[in-house]
């Protein structure tokens, strides 16, 4: 009942999506519990009044319920006119809190102090936005599953400047957050199969030629490990070879070449902690899976798509 209230509420003067301005048909206002305590007391002091003919009471009842309409005028003007933004959110592994930043922008010559923002699921973050200013404010959503995740309804409200009278209104962000699938903890090390297509595979059929050694990372195929070189200085770090072309190899990230046995929830997890280990190592890394293919690549780019491509599998568009 309550929630289908305020969605009736939210769909007042027109749709709450953003970017929206707030005008005096999307902004509502109810006195607080202090403010239902200071309409009873002036009640009560009103009949007192009344009873026993005090001119200093009628003028004191009069000054305070004049004070009670200037704050609620006041209450009302800090959200007036008050614009709201969002900017899209970054992408956050499921685990990490979700971020998403909504814009404050005041072209008023006078600032909009003691607001508040509040998100079902997030904490409320207070915010003031200085005149002819704008203001950034960050809700943080916690993240339990891949995906996308859309936030709910963004309330903003105002109890300046007595805290007798509550203003708010309504915002609909449109932009949703992708969460990846959260890394596998202890995953197992890159494999190094030239016969599976979850592994490393030399990439040119065997026609690469050494080029050159480099520091080991734990990610190198123990084939590319030159053993000589290190048996000869067993004190030195390891080295590994690197051949013309690429970092010496093309890796394969196949759903199905991991172990039945596994949950599709776990493969995932384990494929997109290997895509974070090939990417740091610099290897060019492909991924398979049942409805998708994504040839060989690396960089930031290639990375974003490999791990949108993992958070989305199985998932309705």
């Not at 009044?49 to 009842?61: D, E, M, P, R």
């Not at 915010?127 to 704008?134: C, L, P, S, T, W």
């Not at 596994?262 to 492909?286: I, K, P, V």
Request: net charge positive; hydrophobic share 45%.
């Amino acid at each position: 009942m309550r929630d289908a209230l305020r969605r009736w509420l939210a769909s007042l003067g027109g749709s709450p999506a953003l970017p929206l301005t707030l005008d005096r048909r999307r902004i509502f206002v109810l006195p607080t519990r202090v403010g239902l305590v200071w309409g009873v007391a002036l009640i009560a002091m009103l009949l007192t009044a009344i009873n026993y003919t005090l001119s200093l009471g009628f003028a004191l009842v009069f000054m305070l319920a004049g004070l009670g309409q200037v704050a609620l005028l006041h209450t009302f003007r800090n959200l007036l006119a008050l614009q709201l933004r969002e900017t899209p959110p970054a992408p956050v592994f499921a685990g990490q809190p979700a971020q998403f930043t909504l814009w404050l922008d005041n072209e008023a010559p006078r600032s909009r102090p003691a607001l508040q923002l509040a998100m079902a699921g997030a904490a409320p973050v207070d915010a003031a936005v200085e005149a002819n200013g704008r203001c950034a404010v960050t809700l943080s959503l916690p993240t339990t599953r891949r995906g996308w995740l859309t936030p709910g309804r963004v309330t903003l409200s105002t109890r300046y400047p007595l805290g007798l009278i509550r203003a708010w209104s309504y915002a609909q962000p449109q932009q949703r957050c992708l969460v990846y699938v959260q890394p596998e903890a202890g995953r197992p090390p890159l494999p190094a199969s030239d016969a599976g297509r979850a592994g490393l595979r030399p990439q040119g059929d065997g026609t690469e030629e050494f080029a050159s050694l480099r520091d080991h990372r734990a990610a190198d195929s123990p084939r590319h490990v030159a053993w000589k070189a290190w048996a000869r200085a067993p004190d030195l770090p390891l080295l590994t070879k690197q051949f013309d072309g690429q970092d010496g190899g093309e890796l394969w990230l196949d759903l199905s070449q991991l172990p039945a046995a596994l949950s599709l929830e776990a493969r995932l997890a384990r494929l997109t902690g290997w895509a974070l280990d090939a990417d740091a190592a610099g290897l060019r890394y492909g991924l398979v899976l049942p409805d998708a293919r994504i040839a060989p690549g690396n960089g930031p780019g290639h990375r974003e798509r490999v791990l949108r491509a993992l958070a989305l599998h199985g998932l309705p568009a």
